[in-house]
């Protein structure tokens, strides 16, 4: 059961938009539409931003979306604004009640 | 409103057993469907899924830590106790535990303050 693989950083201007990748394989990403997203700012618990793969839970601005094709799912974060800046965590469910996260993925608001 | 905290050592000596508590309120564990999972992070580093445990007692472990995992829960005292044997500095984490959003759900929704445990002689 190996880590999802993210890119380390990624990087925007405030009004831009900015995509992160979660690679997972057809035992995990690819085998379920359980893919969710966690926002972590420094010194906090991560704090769950898209589940379901596209689903919001209330109270996230809609500027956060998420979408899924074959073993890959996806984070977009749209009109980005200062308080983005943190590290995103994906976590996929991998068959059996088991669950895997991803390796983190530190957006930076330039 | 659903409120998880972590408690136990913050120090531990390599070779012993870690024992932590997540003490929760808002959602009760004898309810169908709900769970309790733990999750750890080592110091800036990635979030790693330990355990889970389902309302019915049905249990699950990370595969690669199975051997040195326990999760139980006490329904009456609304916590769920997570152990680790033969601790070793690789083991100095944040311990989280996080409630399970639902039946049919694969997600964790809220998660406790995290408590941070440090394995050193």
């Known amino acids: 059961q190996s880590a999802l693989t993210q890119p380390r950083s990624v990087s925007g201007s405030p009004g831009q938009s900015v995509t992160i990748s979660c690679t997972g394989t057809s035992s995990d990403v690819g085998g379920y539409n359980y893919v969710s997203w966690y926002q972590q700012h420094p010194g906090k618990a991560p704090k769950l931003m898209i589940y379901?793969?596209?689903k919001r839970p209330s109270g996230v601005p809609d500027r956060f979306s998420g979408s899924k094709s074959g073993n890959t799912a996806s984070l977009t974060i749209s009109g980005l604004q200062a308080e983005d800046e943190a590290d995103y965590y994906c976590c996929s469910y991998a068959g059996s009640y088991t669950f895997g996260f991803g390796t983190g993925t530190k957006v930076t608001v330039l | 409103q659903i409120t998880l905290k972590e408690s136990g050592p913050t120090l531990v000596k390599p070779t012993q057993t870690l024992t932590l508590t997540c003490t929760f309120s808002g959602f009760s564990l004898s309810t169908s469907g709900v769970g309790v999972g733990w999750i750890r992070q080592p110091p800036g580093k990635a979030l790693e899924w330990l355990a889970l445990i389902y309302w019915n007692d049905d249990k699950r472990y990370s595969p690669s830590l199975k051997s040195r995992l326990t999760i139980t829960k006490d329904t009456s005292k609304n916590q769920v106790v997570l152990t680790m044997t033969n601790m070793d500095p690789v083991d100095t984490a944040t311990y989280y535990c996080a409630h399970l959003l639902g039946s049919g759900y694969y997600t964790f929704d809220y998660w406790g303050q995290g408590t941070l445990v440090t394995v050193s002689s």
């Open positions: 379901d793969v596209s």
